[in-house]
Each structure stands twice: as structure tokens, then as C-alpha cells.
């Protein structure tokens, strides 16, 4: 990939972010050094990891491996990490566990700082202290994820600095028209999780059809699709042929009747594991969601 090639997007607070990078959930964090240390040779810029993961060490050696071999600098790289739901609702509990995964990612700043999800009761304490860590110059940008559009309301209403980001399950599959029209309201960014719809669209003979057509990929048509429409992609794969592979959709176009076409593949519908979220501020329902990684 020629990363010059690679668009930047405009954030609320003016911060530039790369329009696609590389997630490593579900990347186990002795293969996670390996595999940001290949993209950051593939010149991607941009990192997107979560305390919940379990692999922020991984990173921060993956980082500090591939900037020496790529010959490039710490400010080349744009790294987002998530507050995990069990550090939220309480200011210090929070700041002192972000101070942690700094020390983890070996960085005294991540350039994205998100609350990984909005847990009832505890979002706004929660926000509170990101718009510190802000301030304090520890997060160069602060966001969401998962937001809906009545807590991201709600969240606008409490908040002295607007979200720069709202991170959402978005794909052919998914597309969430009415989070992502509140966003765009809000100068709030949408960015794409699972934009591969977790490999799950890899095998769809519409996508197949369009990847002969096009020359590409059925992986780069689907990223290709959420790229043109302006949305950022974070997607996943510990593999460097297809870290290359998937960086290469900044050189074709998909056409308006066949953007259309793509659209017609929405379901709707989240990932199963998502629903078993409670939404709650009860302990219950947090614990549940907590004791189970490979639900998010
Ligand atoms: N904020 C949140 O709540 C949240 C939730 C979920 C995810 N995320 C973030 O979003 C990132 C992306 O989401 P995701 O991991 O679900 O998935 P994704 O990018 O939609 O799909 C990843 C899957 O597709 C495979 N794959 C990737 N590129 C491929 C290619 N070119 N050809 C064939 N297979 C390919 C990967 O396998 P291999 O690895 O074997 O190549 C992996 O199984 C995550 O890593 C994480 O950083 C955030």
C-alpha cells in the first residue's frame, strides 16, 4: 500500500484520522506484536485496539518493533484504545486504568480514547473523565462506540466536548441509518466495525459477482463500499497478504447502481452476541457482558 494514497478524515477538534486501519480483536496478544508490526510495515497508520481485547501489550511491542523497522515515528501511527466497561462510571477507577494501558501500550498518548460501550448510569461519569484525559493531552481525540441515538443524545446533553467518533457495527449487512444521520447532524465521525461483517460477507455471490467486475477482491468491493460512503474502516485480519490486499481500495470505484445493489444486502440485524448485551448499569447484566470476551 502507498500510504499516500490513504485519504485522512477531518475530525470535530480538527485532528486528521487515516480512513481505514487495522482492529485486532480476537487477535491473541502473543500474535498481536507480530501483526501490528506487519501493518506498520504495510504502512498502515492506523491502530485500533480496546483493554478489553486483552493484547494492548502486544501493540505497544508491535508498535515499537514495526516503527523501528519501518524506519517511521511514534506521531505516524494513529492509535485508538477503549475504556473497558468495568473501569466506567467512576472518575478515578477510570483515569487510573487508562494511565495502565498507556504503560501497556508503552506510549504516553493514544490519538482516539473511546468509551467502549454506553453502560446505563455510567456513561456521563465516564465521559467526564475522558474530557479530562483530553484536556490533560493523554487522548489527542475522545469518542464513543455503540451509541444509539437516545444515548447519544443524552450523552450531547451532559458532555462539555462532543464526541469526535462514534465507532458502530456497520456493513452491507448493517447500516444503521439513524445513528449514523444523528452523527453526520453532529459533526460526530462514524466509524466501521466489523466492516467485513466478521468474514461473514466474504462468500456473498453478489459481492463475489462484483469482484469479478471490478477486478478486485470480495473483500476490498465490501470495504470499498463503506469507504465511498465516507465512513472510516477498522478492519481485522492477523495475515499480511491480506493487510495489503485490504488497503488497496483507493484506486477504483464502485458505480451508483452498484452501490445501490450492495444496499440491497441489509439485514438489519447486529451480530448475535450483541443483543446479549444488557445495556445495564446493573452489576448483573455488566458482569455477564464482561465474563465473556469473545463477546465483543
Ligand atoms: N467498538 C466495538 O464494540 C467493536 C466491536 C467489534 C470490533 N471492533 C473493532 O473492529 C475491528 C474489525 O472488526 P472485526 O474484527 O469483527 O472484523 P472484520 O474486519 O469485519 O472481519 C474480520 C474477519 O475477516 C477475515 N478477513 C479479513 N480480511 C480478509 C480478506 N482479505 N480475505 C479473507 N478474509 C479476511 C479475518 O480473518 P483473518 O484474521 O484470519 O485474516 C477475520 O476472520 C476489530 O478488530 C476491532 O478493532 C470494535
Not at 29 to 52: F, G, H, M, R, S
Not at 147 to 156: A, G, M
Not at 244 to 269: C, G, H, R, T, Y
Request: contains cysteine; glycine residues 6%; proline residues 4%.
Amino acid at each position: 500500500m502507498n500510504k499516500n494514497l490513504q485519504p485522512q478524515v477531518k475530525l470535530n477538534n480538527g485532528l486528521l484520522i487515516p480512513q481505514l486501519g487495522l482492529g485486532v480483536w480476537k487477535t491473541p496478544n502473543d500474535q498481536t506484536a507480530q501483526t501490528v508490526e506487519q501493518a506498520i510495515i504495510n504502512d498502515y497508520c492506523l491502530i485500533d485496539t480496546a483493554k478489553q481485547y486483552g493484547n494492548e501489550a502486544g501493540v505497544g511491542e508491535g508498535l515499537k518493533r514495526g516503527l523501528a523497522a519501518a524506519k517511521r515515528q511514534r506521531q505516524d501511527i494513529f492509535l485508538t484504545t477503549k475504556i473497558f466497561n468495568g473501569d466506567q462510571g467512576d472518575y478515578d477507577k477510570l483515569r487510573a486504568a487508562f494511565n495502565q494501558q498507556l504503560v501497556a501500550l508503552g506510549t504516553d498518548y493514544v490519538d482516539l480514547l473511546l468509551l467502549h460501550w454506553p453502560v446505563n448510569d455510567k456513561y456521563n461519569e465516564s465521559w467526564r473523565a475522558l474530557e479530562d484525559i483530553y484536556r490533560d493531552g493523554q487522548a489527542k481525540a475522545i469518542g464513543v462506540c455503540n451509541f444509539n441515538v437516545e444515548r447519544l443524545q443524552d450523552l450531547l446533553d451532559h458532555a462539555t466536548i462532543k464526541p469526535a467518533i462514534n465507532q458502530i457495527e456497520f456493513s452491507p449487512l448493517i447500516h444503521q441509518p439513524e445513528i449514523v444521520k444523528i452523527c453526520q447532524e453532529n459533526d460526530i465521525k462514524v466509524e466501521a466495525w466489523s466492516p467485513l461483517g466478521n468474514g461473514r460477507l466474504l462468500a456473498n455471490p453478489l459481492i463475489a459477482k462484483l469482484a469479478e467486475k471490478y477486478h478486485k477482491t470480495p473483500a476490498q468491493v465490501i470495504l470499498r463500499w463503506a469507504i465511498q460512503q465516507g465512513i472510516i474502516v477498522i478492519t481485522k485480519t492477523t495475515h499480511a497478504n491480506r493487510m495489503v490486499e485490504n488497503a488497496a481500495v483507493f484506486d477504483f470505484a464502485i458505480s451508483p447502481a452498484d452501490m445501490e445493489a450492495i444496499d440491497q444486502l441489509d439485514e438489519e440485524k447486529h451480530s448475535i452476541w450483541y443483543d446479549k448485551f444488557k445495556w445495564s448499569g446493573n452489576p448483573d447484566g455488566v458482569d455477564d457482558y464482561i465474563a465473556d470476551p469473545d463477546h465483543f
